[in-house]
Structures are given as structure tokens and as C-alpha cells.
């Protein structure tokens, strides 16, 4: 067996750390230029927009007429109300959409003013935070 010398040991650790260090940069780097040129450049493509939510939009703009609704209201309650539908079991269907988004928005905090803008809030459920009771400072 040979004897490993101080200067050999060092050496080898060098070696060992450049080759280490190249090989992170590699990786972190990602693909290389000519990998990169074989990709296509243009983006996947999108799903397109659910139908259901220009209805949903055009409903409750069309029942709140009278109210003065903030610029996202709408399209933000939309958005919520999808999504809590997707977690729902199939059976569970509201016929109250107006009515949820009543209680989604500030009306009811600030006494039910026409005349001020209404702002959603959050997404009301009762299932899911049934002690939120909007009504109980009118």
C-alpha cells in the first residue's frame, strides 16, 4: 500500500470540489443553448375561458342593477363561486346566487345602502363558517 501524502490528499480534494462545483453549475444552469433552440418557443395552449362564468357575470349584474358594484366584484364572487363548486358532491346545486352574493359582499356591514359601493369580502358558505351572521347589525 502506498503512502498518501498531505499534498496528494489535498489535491485530490480539489479535484473532487471542482468537479462537484461544475457539475451543480451544469444542473442549475438548466439545458444547454442548442437544447433550448430545439424547444418550441411558443407557449402551451390555454384552456379555454369557462362559459359559465360570462353567464354567471351577465346574471348578477343583470339582478343588481340598482346597486352601485365595485369594478372586480363581480368577477371576483364568479371565480369563488366556481371554485367552491368544484368542491361540492355533484348533488349540491344553489338556486340562491344573488342572495350568496349579497352575503359575499359588504352590503350587509354597512346597513344595506344602496347608494354606497358594494365590494365583495369573501365567498359565503355556511357549510364551511356557519357562525358569520351578515344580517345581525341591520
Known amino acids: 500500500m502506498s503512502d498518501l ?12 470540489a471542482a468537479g462537484l462545483a461544475i457539475g451543480v453549475a ?3 444552469d438548466g439545458p ?14 390555454q384552456p379555454p375561458p369557462d362559459p359559465r362564468i360570462a353567464s354567471l357575470e351577465a346574471e348578477i349584474s343583470a339582478h343588481f342593477d340598482y346597486l352601485k ?7 371576483t364572487f364568479v371565480a369563488a363561486h366556481l371554485s367552491a363548486m ?13 342572495e350568496q352574493f ?3 359582499t359588504d352590503f350587509f356591514r354597512h346597513g344595506a345602502d344602496m347608494s354606497r359601493q358594494v365590494l ?9 363558517s356557519p357562525c358569520y351572521d351578515p344580517m345581525k347589525l341591520v
Open 26 to 28: 451544469i444542473v442549475l
Open 32 to 45: 444547454a443553448d442548442d437544447e433550448r433552440a430545439d424547444s418550441s418557443p411558443h407557449k402551451p395552449p
Open 102 to 104: 349579497l352575503l359575499s
Open 5 to 16: 501524502t498531505r499534498r496528494a490528499f489535498v489535491g485530490a480534494g480539489v479535484v473532487g
Open 69 to 75: 358594484l365595485g369594478d372586480d366584484t363581480v368577477a
Open 120 to 128: 365583495f369580502v369573501a365567498y359565503f358558505d355556511p357549510y364551511w
Open 86 to 98: 368544484e368542491r361540492k358532491p355533484p348533488s349540491y346545486e344553489t338556486n340562491a346566487l344573488p
